[in-house]
């Protein structure tokens, strides 16, 4: 089916819907300066419809004479209005009692937020999809306390980690993201990296940091999202059980609502540039030694950047002309319409977007239709679609990448000056250092993925006091990639990628099959038992069934040049990998309220994981969470204080082990089969047989206020979680016939502060100025290990370590640093020259001190002006392709050379250093004096940077009353990451060079970089 016959299909069932519906109209205002209130909820008392006010405050919903609407919306009171069959004009007065808002917690169940004894954050759509990125988590970033987002580069389809609160397991390949919730039902979010990598000829650590892997998540359209919620500690997301141990994203997505058809269209263009660039050297040539450098045959050698002074040669800034400006087209078709027994909610969009690297690109197309049917006043269906189809030509990244080749290239070549006559790749170092233009167009990763997202949601009302609620959904992709390296021409051909020399060119094709399937059922009593109390029990169940099938073939040393096929290669290679997992999960839910402002909720669920032994795979945790609103029973001068609550929650949440880990297991042996003879060996990793579950005891507690009638308020909230028996791979001894033994080992504490502030600075007839603050710290601490085992590995670099170790934090990193004398003055020796200690030691964190934003929305008339301002204190990162640069004499560091200097320090005597060295390209390069200390790699990435600023104009209802289709219209102009301030001497350091879901942090260099987005949106609502 096309997209045209889609959208047909979307139209008519609107027209239909339409037709069956008696409409009333009208408009919501507000009392004290009769200005429209966009996004007001009208609801049907009689029906429990619903629909939203447009911009200029108007509404029509599916209803008749004598039934009772109720209006709401957030900082108003409530109205209900009863249909006299005219238009209505509905007024709502300012100061809504604080904290009766509605929020959406666990399986998709709606709560007042007050009545919450843990702490969550809401983001509205409107917050999510003012910057017109294509992931909804970049729309995140800034806007919830206690969220770290970091993005693995400005590749189209690049991923981001998310982690909340810190993280909470040990091991390297275990998960610390968020369990992602889409309208009650799981979705995933994993980034799988494969393997792109030839069997052998690179230096690369792993398939991770190759092509920034998309993590799933990015495939929800923002458009189609309501809001968010963000559910940090383990109080709010234990009855999620093994799957939202790391914390969890609940999204809720649009609905129809009754009443003629509304289309809302929204389209957005945006041009990508790098953010920032190194600042290199303008005074020296290619060449070595200040020289030119030349072969015995005579031909020149170029290779480093440490030759003669400039004269007349041309002079190129490769680090940033190298990239190009990107460019994003957004469009959106979104449509809803309904009647008092059936409503629907469609979409339509399609995202098209080039990158900076000159041939990426991704395209991405999403469907969804969304309906709801009540079949009776007891029963409703709601059942959801959506299907994702996208495409996308990554980059590659990581060693021997596009950075990697960059890095080397000296600036009096021009990089984009790529191709011979013959097609062949141009470089001015044969055999040395690859074109990053050519690495760019022609080693790269072609992706397909198709995905298909569903549930379907029944609700039964019993009685008035009693609900049963099922759902089952679907989550299934199929994702195809094919990594093309060329290969050689003939042999000794010098224009060959170096990542190709070695093995003649490689093609490597993978197919991925995921398919994920949840159901929930739970059944909830709600129960007044006098004027006071009041309670309510939830029961239920969840079931997860899961599947990953994965097959690799690779094909290298292709035998005719330019066709690339695995039918043309030499050597085959192939792989298959099929992963189950099974979870069966059981839970209950008891709230107790007093009055209506001290609530006490018990939880408690238990799991049983297929990936744990049968002796441990049954386990139960508890939680237990308190709300006291003393402001409703105590109130305190109420003219001062409107509002105030304390929360209280202690509670346990798992987390099981990676498929295949609960006993000894068999793998295909090399060079088998044998003829006809299969062969299989013992697998190397040996697994405790009775290895049990991690557990993780949070503490939590918080306190919110409200003063001056809403005008300011605050929630702060402190917290202490500790997580046990941590499942790691440690190393044994190879007489045992094994490498890695998988078992509980070691905790990890985590340790927090989370504030946010929102005052209304203005609020009259004119003007309306809100601003909002988000600050949070978290500390981090690694309790214990294993006995023997001294420290767990996150990336092993040469130069700069990220472990842990007993007594350390998540985020350490070590490497060697400059000799000091016993006063911390540096240590010269007999050269003249600094030594490096060859002893690794702990030289900073990755993660940040603190994080905070301050946000700022002001309205006056129809303009509206927001920004967000972003800051990160602290938080060290070292830049690999940095340290190429120095060693290659590209960057500014190294232009002070061929003259000579006194190094500032003291001799082994603790004398004063007085002997004068000659600084050349031999001080830049040594590992020893120079290239390899810490002090100089290791960088502190702390930033101040705008992350937005946008303004927009909602067209006045009476310019667009005239053109009668018309309901509503925005335009829009925003800046993301505009402005950026940082002692860091490199590319955006907010990136990583390793995908998304990694667990190794403080590295970069070798990814694409971030980027500067210029945005200018159109909204049409019809």
């Given at each position: 089916m096309?997209?045209?016959?889609?959208?047909?299909?979307?139209?008519?069932?609107?027209?239909?819907?339409?037709?069956?519906?008696?409409?009333?109209?009208?408009?919501v205002?507000?009392?004290?300066?009769?200005?429209?209130?966009?996004?007001?909820?009208?609801?049907?008392?009689?029906?429990?419809?619903k629909?939203?006010?447009?911009?200029?405050g108007?509404?029509?919903?599916?209803?008749?004479?004598g039934?009772?609407?109720t209006?709401?919306?957030?900082?108003?009171?409530?109205?209900?209005?009863?249909?006299?069959?005219?238009?209505?004009?509905?007024?709502?007065?300012?100061?809504?009692?604080?904290?009766?808002?509605?929020?959406?917690?666990?399986?998709?169940?709606k709560?007042?937020?007050?009545?919450?004894?843990?702490?969550?954050?809401?983001v509205?759509?409107?917050?999510l999809?003012?910057?017109?990125?294509?992931?909804?988590?970049?729309?995140?970033?800034?806007?919830?306390?206690?969220?770290?987002?970091?993005?693995s580069?400005?590749t189209?389809?690049?991923?981001?980690?998310?982690?909340?609160?810190?993280?909470?397991?040990?091991?390297?390949?275990?998960?610390?993201?968020?369990?992602?919730?889409?309208?009650?039902?799981?979705?995933?979010?994993?980034?799988?990296?494969?393997?792109v990598?030839?069997?052998?000829?690179?230096?690369s650590?792993?398939?991770?940091?190759?092509?920034?892997?998309?993590?799933?998540?990015?495939?929800?359209?923002?458009?189609?999202?309501?809001s968010?919620?963000?559910?940090?500690?383990a109080?709010?997301?234990?009855?999620?059980?093994?799957?939202?141990?790391?914390?969890?994203?609940?999204?809720?997505?649009?609905?129809?609502?009754?009443?003629?058809?509304?289309?809302?269209?929204?389209a957005?263009?945006?041009?990508?540039?790098?953010?920032?660039?190194?600042?290199?050297?303008?005074?020296?040539?290619?060449?070595?030694?200040?020289?030119?450098?030349?072969?015995?045959?005579?031909?020149?050698l170029?290779?480093?950047?440490?030759?003669?002074?400039?004269?007349?040669?041309?002079?190129?800034?490769?680090?940033?002309?190298?990239?190009?400006?990107?460019?994003?087209?957004?469009?959106?078709?979104g449509?809803?319409?309904?009647?008092d027994?059936?409503?629907?909610?469609?979409?339509?969009?399609?995202?098209?977007?080039?990158?900076?690297?000159?041939?990426?690109?991704?395209?991405?197309?999403?469907?969804?239709?969304?309906?709801?049917?009540?079949?009776?006043?007891?029963?409703?269906?709601?059942?959801?679609?959506?299907?994702?189809?996208?495409?996308?030509v990554?980059?590659?990244?990581?060693d021997?990448?596009?950075?990697?080749?960059?890095?080397?290239?000296?600036?009096?070549?021009d990089v984009?000056?790529?191709?011979?006559?013959d097609?062949?790749?141009?470089?001015?170092?044969?055999?040395?250092?690859?074109?990053?233009?050519?690495?760019?167009?022609?080693?790269?990763?072609?992706?397909?993925?198709?995905?298909?997202?569903?549930?379907?949601?029944?609700?039964?009302?019993?009685?008035?006091?009693?609900?049963?609620?099922?759902?089952?959904?679907?989550?299934?992709?199929?994702?195809?990639?094919?990594?093309?390296?060329?290969?050689?021409?003939?042999?000794?051909?010098?224009?060959?990628?170096?990542?190709?020399?070695?093995?003649?060119?490689?093609?490597n094709?993978?197919?991925?099959?995921?398919?994920?399937?949840?159901?929930?059922?739970?059944?909830t009593?709600n129960?007044k038992?006098?004027?006071?109390?009041?309670?309510?029990?939830?029961?239920?169940?969840?079931?997860?069934?899961?599947?990953?099938?994965?097959?690799?073939?690779?094909?290298?040393?292709?035998?005719v040049?330019?066709?690339?096929?695995?039918?043309?290669?030499?050597?085959?290679?192939?792989n298959?990998?099929?992963?189950?997992?099974?979870?069966?999960?059981?839970?209950?839910?008891?709230?107790?309220?007093?009055?209506?402002?001290?609530?006490?909720?018990?939880?408690?669920?238990?799991?049983?994981?297929?990936?744990?032994?049968?002796?441990?795979?049954?386990?139960?945790?508890?939680?237990?969470?308190?709300?006291?609103?003393?402001?409703d029973?105590?109130?305190?001068?109420?003219?001062?204080?409107?509002?105030?609550?304390l929360?209280?929650?202690?509670?346990?949440?798992?987390?099981?082990?990676?498929?295949?880990?609960?006993?000894?297991?068999?793998?295909?042996?090399?060079?088998?089969?044998?003829?006809?003879?299969?062969?299989?060996?013992?697998?190397?990793?040996?697994?405790?047989?009775?290895?049990?579950?991690?557990?993780?005891?949070?503490?939590?507690?918080?306190?919110?206020?409200?003063?001056f009638?809403?005008?300011?308020?605050?929630?702060?909230?402190?917290?202490?979680?500790?997580?046990?028996?941590?499942?790691?791979?440690?190393?044994?001894?190879?007489?045992?016939?094994?490498?890695?033994?998988?078992?509980?080992?070691?905790?990890?504490?985590?340790?927090?502060?989370?504030?946010?502030?929102?005052?209304?600075?203005?609020?009259?007839?004119?003007?309306?100025?809100?601003?909002?603050?988000?600050?949070?710290?978290?500390?981090?601490?690694?309790n214990?290990?294993?006995?023997?085992?001294?420290?767990?590995?996150?990336?092993?670099?040469?130069r700069i370590?990220?472990?842990?170790?007993?007594?350390?934090?998540?985020?350490?990193?070590?490497?060697?640093?400059?000799?000091?004398?016993?006063?911390?003055?540096?240590?010269?020796?007999?050269?003249?020259?600094?030594?490096?200690?060859q002893?690794?030691?702990?030289?900073?964190?990755?993660?940040?001190?603190?994080?905070?934003?301050?946000?700022?929305?002001?309205?006056?008339?129809?303009?509206?002006l927001?920004?967000?301002?972003?800051?990160?204190?602290?938080?060290?990162?070292?830049d690999?392709?940095?340290?190429?640069?120095?060693?290659?004499?590209?960057?500014?560091?190294?232009?002070?050379r061929?003259?000579?200097?006194?190094?500032?320090?003291?001799?082994?005597?603790?004398?004063?250093?007085?002997?004068?060295?000659?600084?050349?390209?031999?001080?830049?390069?040594?590992?020893?004096?120079?290239?390899?200390?810490?002090?100089?790699?290791?960088?502190?990435?702390s930033?101040?940077?705008?992350?937005?600023?946008?303004?927009?104009?909602?067209?006045?209802?009476?310019?667009?009353?005239?053109?009668?289709?018309?309901?509503?219209?925005?335009?829009?102009?925003s800046?993301?990451n505009?402005?950026?301030?940082?002692?860091f001497?490199?590319?955006?350091?907010?990136?990583?060079?390793?995908?998304?879901?990694?667990?190794?942090?403080?590295?970069?260099?070798?990814?694409?970089?971030?980027?500067?987005?210029?945005?200018?949106?159109?909204?049409?609502?019809l």
């Open positions: 096309t997209k045209k016959h889609f959208l047909l299909l979307f139209l008519l069932l609107g027209a239909c819907a339409s037709a069956l519906a008696q409409l009333t109209t009208g408009r205002v507000t009392e004290t300066d009769n200005k429209p209130l966009s996004g007001a909820t009208v609801e049907n008392k009689a029906t429990g419809f629909t939203q006010t447009q911009p200029d108007s509404f029509s919903i599916s209803a008749v004479k039934q009772t609407l209006i709401t919306f957030i900082g108003y009171r409530s109205e209900d209005v009863r249909v006299t069959g005219t238009p209505l004009v509905i007024l709502l007065s300012v100061a809504a009692k604080a904290g009766d808002e509605v929020v959406v917690t666990a399986f998709g169940v709560k007042q937020k007050k009545s919450l004894g843990f702490a969550s954050q809401e509205s759509s409107k917050d999809t003012r910057e017109r990125s294509t992931s909804f988590v970049n729309g995140l970033q800034g806007k919830v306390a206690g969220l770290t987002i970091n993005q580069g400005g189209p389809g690049a991923g981001a980690s998310i982690i909340l609160r810190g993280i909470k397991s040990l091991d390297p390949n275990s998960n610390n993201q968020p369990l992602i919730i889409l309208d009650g039902l799981p979705i995933n979010n994993n980034s799988f990296a494969g393997s990598l030839p069997s052998a000829g690179s230096n650590a792993g398939s991770s940091e190759q092509f920034s892997a998309t993590n799933r998540a990015m495939d929800i359209n923002p458009d189609d999202i309501e968010i919620s963000v559910l940090k500690g109080s709010a997301t234990a009855l999620y059980g093994l799957e939202g141990a790391n914390g969890v994203i609940v999204i809720t997505t649009k609905k129809g609502a009754p009443g003629k058809l509304l289309l809302n269209l929204n957005s263009y945006a041009w990508d540039n790098v953010t920032v660039y190194p600042e290199i050297q303008r005074t020296y040539r290619e060449g070595f030694n200040g020289r030119l450098r030349f072969n015995a045959d005579g031909s020149p170029r290779f480093q950047t440490y030759g003669p002074p400039v004269t007349n040669e041309p002079f190129y800034n490769n680090q940033k002309d190298f990239f190009e400006t990107g460019f994003r087209a957004n469009h959106s078709l449509l809803s319409s309904g009647n027994h059936f409503t629907f909610y469609g979409s339509l969009s399609s995202i098209s977007h080039k990158g900076i690297v000159p041939g990426s690109k991704l395209d991405r197309y999403t469907f969804r239709i969304n309906p709801t049917v009540k079949l009776t006043d007891k029963i409703t269906i709601t059942a959801a679609a959506t299907f994702i189809s996208s495409e996308s990554k980059p590659s990244s990581g021997k990448g596009v950075m990697s080749a960059l890095s080397f290239h000296t600036p009096t070549f984009n000056d790529y191709l011979n006559a097609g062949s790749m141009k470089v001015y170092s044969p055999g040395i250092i690859d074109n990053p233009r050519y690495v760019g167009i022609y080693s790269t990763l072609k992706e397909k993925n198709f995905r298909t997202l569903g549930n379907i949601n029944f609700s039964y009302a019993i009685k008035p006091w009693l609900k049963l609620d099922y759902r089952v959904g679907g989550d299934f992709y199929g994702e195809n990639r094919t990594r093309i390296v060329p290969g050689p021409r003939f042999p000794g051909d010098p224009t060959v990628l170096d990542i190709a020399a070695g093995q003649g060119g490689y093609i094709i993978e197919r991925i099959t995921y398919k994920d399937v949840n159901s929930n059922l739970f059944i009593l129960k038992f006098s004027k006071d109390w009041d309670g309510s029990l939830m029961l239920g169940n969840a079931v997860q069934s899961t599947s990953t099938d994965y097959t690799l073939n690779r094909g290298e040393k292709f035998a040049p330019f066709f690339y096929d695995i039918s043309n290669t030499a050597n085959l290679f192939s298959a990998q099929l992963t189950r997992r099974g979870l069966v999960g059981a839970f209950a839910d008891i709230r107790l309220a007093y009055k209506n402002a001290i609530f006490v909720n018990i939880t408690g669920r238990n799991d049983w994981s297929s990936t744990l032994p049968e002796n441990n795979r049954s386990f139960f945790y508890p939680g237990i969470n308190l709300s006291y609103v003393f402001t029973l105590h109130p305190i001068a109420p003219s001062v204080i409107s509002y105030g609550k929360r209280l929650s202690a509670s346990q949440v798992g987390k099981d082990a990676q498929p295949y880990k609960n006993g000894p297991y068999f793998n295909a042996a090399a060079g088998f089969p044998f003829g006809a003879i299969p062969g299989f060996v013992l697998d190397r990793e040996l697994n405790d047989p009775n290895l049990k579950p991690e557990r993780t005891t949070a503490y939590e507690a918080g306190l919110e206020m409200k003063f009638k809403d005008r300011f308020g605050f929630d702060a909230t402190v917290y202490a979680q500790r997580s046990d028996d941590q499942i790691i791979r440690v190393p044994v001894s190879v007489p045992s016939g094994f490498d890695i033994y998988t078992t509980n080992a070691g905790s990890i504490t985590n340790t927090g502060v989370e504030l946010s502030m929102n005052a209304v600075v203005v609020r009259n007839s004119r003007v309306k100025w809100n601003a909002l603050l988000n600050w949070s710290t978290n500390d981090s601490k690694v214990s290990i294993k006995e023997g085992i001294q420290e767990v590995v996150f990336y092993g670099g040469e370590v990220n472990k842990l170790v007993a007594g350390g934090s998540a985020g350490d990193l070590y490497g060697r640093k400059f000799k000091r004398y016993t006063n911390g003055q540096l240590l010269i020796n007999a050269n003249g020259l600094p030594e490096i200690d002893t690794f030691v702990k030289v900073g964190n990755a993660f940040a001190d603190w994080i905070g934003s301050i946000g700022s929305d002001v309205t006056w008339r129809n303009i509206t927001s920004a967000l301002l972003e800051y990160k204190q602290g938080g060290d990162v070292y690999v392709s940095m340290r190429n640069s120095i060693r290659n004499g590209i960057l500014k560091t190294t232009e002070n061929y003259r000579e200097i006194t190094f500032n320090g003291v001799k082994a005597d603790g004398s004063a250093n007085t002997t004068k060295v000659f600084l050349d390209d031999a001080f830049y390069r040594s590992e020893n004096n120079f290239n390899g200390a810490a002090e100089v790699l290791l960088q502190d990435a930033w101040l940077r705008l992350r937005n600023v946008t303004l927009s104009y909602a067209f006045a209802g009476k310019w667009l009353a005239r053109t009668r289709v018309i309901r509503g219209a925005n335009v829009s102009a800046l993301n505009l402005l950026l301030w940082t002692p001497k490199g590319f955006d350091p907010e990136s990583t060079s390793f995908g998304s879901g990694s667990n190794a942090f403080g590295f970069m260099g070798f990814n694409i970089p971030n980027t500067t987005n210029y945005v200018l949106s159109l909204n049409i609502n």
